[in-house]
């Protein structure tokens, strides 16, 4: 039988827990977590403030490609 994965967070005291399958490994640093440290914030994720400054990248351009300008009056 395989030895089950173990959470991977690097903190003191160690957590022994097992990683979860499905959603346990972490998009960014591609580790594998319990499920009380699975989420970035959790595990203090190094890729975390890369993957918010391309969050707000995307969100920006997407704003901006949505602006309405309104189109100018003709004064009388």
């Known amino acids: 039988m395989a030895v089950k994965k173990r959470c991977q967070i690097q903190s003191e005291p160690?957590?022994?827990s097992a990683a979860l399958r499905l959603v346990g490994?972490?998009?960014h640093?591609?580790?594998e977590f319990c499920g009380a440290h699975r989420m970035p914030e959790h595990h203090n994720?190094?890729?975390l403030?890369?993957?918010r400054q391309q969050a707000?990248?995307?969100?920006k351009a997407k704003l901006e490609s949505e602006r309405t300008v309104s189109?100018?009056?003709a004064v009388a």
């Open 56 to 59: 707000f990248e995307k969100n």
């Open 14 to 16: 160690r957590c022994n």
């Open 25 to 27: 490994q972490c998009p």
């Open 29 to 31: 640093c591609r580790a």
């Open 49 to 51: 403030e890369s993957c």
């Open 71 to 73: 189109p100018k009056m």
């Open 45 to 47: 994720c190094q890729n």
